[in-house]
């Protein structure tokens, strides 16, 4: 079992070495990105990586407080599905309705990896090879498909 601190430091030296890792790679637009804060550049839509001592989670997280706001933009990304699984190179899983640890409502379309353990240094090359190969294919499909946003903001 880990302290609080033990945790907090742990977690904060994997994001700092994976954001490390992924630091020289450019867009897919070639620009400079904040891989770990990803900016979508839409309100209340995001790209979530998170992970535990069980599991690991990379996922577009549709947040927006108006179900129906919520629901378009969930259409939307349906109707882009097969673009982004070509992207992605796998399936993803769909959930339109789901809450979060305070119960506020979201939507979100996301891949699982299990086990690993963020706590766990060995299981770190598992966590970068989950994670950066994803991020990277999310930017791509972002580059695309962003505009298709822009009627929903």
Do not use: C
């Amino acid at each position: 079992m880990y302290s609080k601190a033990e945790v907090t430091q742990l977690r904060q030296a994997f994001w700092t070495a994976f954001g490390q890792y992924m630091a020289p790679v450019p867009s897919a637009e070639g620009e400079t990105t904040n891989w770990i804060n990803y900016k979508t550049g839409v309100k209340n839509l995001y790209f979530r990586m998170q992970a535990d001592n069980r599991k690991a989670t990379i996922a577009i997280e549709l947040s927006h407080p108006d179900a129906g706001i919520r629901e378009l933009f969930f259409e939307q990304f349906l109707e882009l599905k097969s673009l982004l699984h070509e992207t992605l190179g796998e399936e993803w899983t769909w959930e339109a309705d789901a809450t979060d640890a305070q119960g506020s409502p979201f939507s979100r379309i996301y891949a699982e990896l299990s086990p690993v353990n963020l706590f766990n240094r060995d299981d770190w090359p598992a966590l970068i090879s989950f994670f950066k190969p994803r991020i990277i294919a999310l930017d791509a499909f972002w580059a695309d498909a962003q505009y298709t946003f822009e009627a929903l903001k």
